[in-house]
């Protein structure tokens, strides 16, 4: 019977650079869009210097409680609660990926609560963002609801919305990346869970 040979712990170690290469290799073989991976490298850039001056190299000795510190480290430096999320989403999948290819103990990372001022909708658009019973509703009034709600929350322009491709959209981390706007610079836009998930039942239909 053939002997299993057993990988030592410094075989599985990897740096946080290594690992990076990676991550970034998995993505394009998955086929994910070039801006998506681009917002991957230009976000974790803030982790990568953090751990820089935590003095971490390996992925292996990060912890959740260095997560934590990195939450205080953007907060300490005047960011908006949405851009800490931002940072947030992309240093969360990569670490995620880490713990998938058993490289860092499991723990979960979740994002900060951001606090937006709520406004009273107008009657006709309280009408618009009902959700309709997905069981007995059609295909166009699904999708006409999930566009609703899509630009209600964003805000985008509609030439922005027409240009988006299903590529361009993140689910697993809340982002879709907005490649045709006004100033013709790519865009990161985070979105809620709430959307996430409605665009979830869509994409299923």
Not at 49 to 77: G, P, Q, S, T
Request: proline share 1%; charged share 30%; net charge positive.
């Amino acid at each position: 019977m053939a002997k299993v040979r057993t990988l030592r712990r410094a075989e599985l170690e990897k740096t946080l650079r290594e690992l990076y290469e990676d991550f970034q290799l998995e993505n394009r073989v998955k086929n994910l869009s070039e801006m998506t991976i681009r917002f991957y490298e230009q976000n974790l850039v803030h982790f990568f210097r953090f751990m820089e001056e935590m003095a971490i190299k390996y992925v292996r000795e990060i912890e959740k409680r260095h997560i934590d510190k990195f939450i205080m480290w953007l907060k300490n430096k005047g960011l908006k609660d949405t851009t800490i999320n931002t940072y947030l989403r992309a240093t969360r999948a990569f670490l995620y990926f880490a713990m998938r290819e058993n490289y860092l103990i499991k723990f979960e990372i979740n994002l900060i609560k951001a606090d937006k001022q709520q406004k009273e909708p107008y009657t006709e658009v309280k009408k618009l963002i009902k959700k309709p019973n997905l069981k007995e509703c059609g295909f166009v009034e699904h999708r006409n609801w999930v566009l609703v709600n899509y630009l209600l929350e964003t805000g985008n322009r509609l030439n922005t919305v027409l240009n988006l491709k299903v590529g361009d959209i993140d689910l697993e981390n809340g982002m879709v990346v907005l490649t045709t706007t006004k100033n013709r610079k790519a865009q990161y836009n985070p979105i809620s869970e709430h959307l996430v998930k409605s665009l979830k039942e869509y994409q299923a239909c």
